[in-house]
């Protein structure tokens, strides 16, 4: 059991547009901490997708976004194609546990 | 260009002891926090430990507390992961992955490309 929630799967068609939600507690995104999110594509190391909750690294595609409201966060991708087909993971501080701490993951798939 | 480059897994029997490293390159590796990392076969990715900057605090999921202890050498730009009492539920892949900042509040933006280790009989 994840301390951040994530559904297991979404899908969609190439071009359309997904969202991925991720729930936390007052103890780590309620609490104010930054969320994060990492791109994992099949049989590789997760990959730094969007930081501070909206903000994207050098070379990743402006089809990201993300968002904070609360407790919970969510990753955007539109214009889906056919090589975002990945695992997607949310990531946050918690202080309760006095580390960092992920959600269980999202397969994405693209019909 | 940065790097990080994990080593010294392998297979190990219930109760031993394994000692991962991790050599950093192309960035200022004193002036980074430094997390561990682990995803199980077929499963999520769990964080494991982190330390920050200058080695003074560490920090450990409750899962492996009293078990592994994470150091690190800015002479050498290594971090470690000194594995003990493994169990099987320890098999996994080990990620090392650089902080942003200095004291761990922020995101790993850089990983290496993992190390397997299995605990087996």
């Known amino acids: 059991q994840s301390v951040l929630t994530q559904p297991p799967s979404v899908s969609g068609a190439p071009g359309q547009r997904v969202t991925i939600s991720c729930t936390g507690t007052?103890?780590?995104?309620?609490?104010?901490?930054?969320v994060h999110w990492y791109q994992q594509l099949p049989g590789t190391a997760p990959k730094l997708l969007i930081y501070r909750n909206n903000n994207r690294p050098s070379g990743v595609p402006d089809r990201f976004s993300g968002s904070k409201s609360d407790t919970s966060a969510s990753l955007a991708i539109t214009g889906l194609q056919a090589e975002d087909e990945a695992d997607y993971y949310c990531?946050?501080?918690?202080?309760?546990?006095?580390?960092?701490?992920f959600g269980g993951g999202t397969k994405l798939t693209v019909l | 260009q940065m790097q990080l480059v994990e080593s010294g897994g392998g297979v190990v029997q219930p109760g031993g002891s394994l000692r991962l490293s991790c050599a950093a390159s192309?960035?200022?590796?004193?002036?980074?926090?430094m997390h561990w990392v682990r995803q199980a076969p077929g499963k999520g990715l769990e964080w494991v430990a982190f330390i920050q900057y200058d080695g003074d605090n560490k920090y450990y999921a409750d899962s492996v507390k009293g078990r592994f202890i994470i150091s690190r050498d800015n002479f050498k730009n290594v971090v470690y992961l000194q594995m003990n009492s493994l169990r099987p539920e320890d098999t996994a892949v080990f990620y090392c992955a650089k902080d942003r900042g200095s004291s761990g509040y922020y995101d790993l933006d850089f990983w290496g490309q993992g190390i397997l280790v299995t605990v087996s009989s």
């Open positions: 990531q946050s501080y918690d202080s309760s546990l006095s580390g960092s701490v």
């Open positions: 007052g103890s780590n995104i309620g609490a104010g901490y930054d």
């Open positions: 192309g960035f200022s590796f004193r002036s980074h926090g």
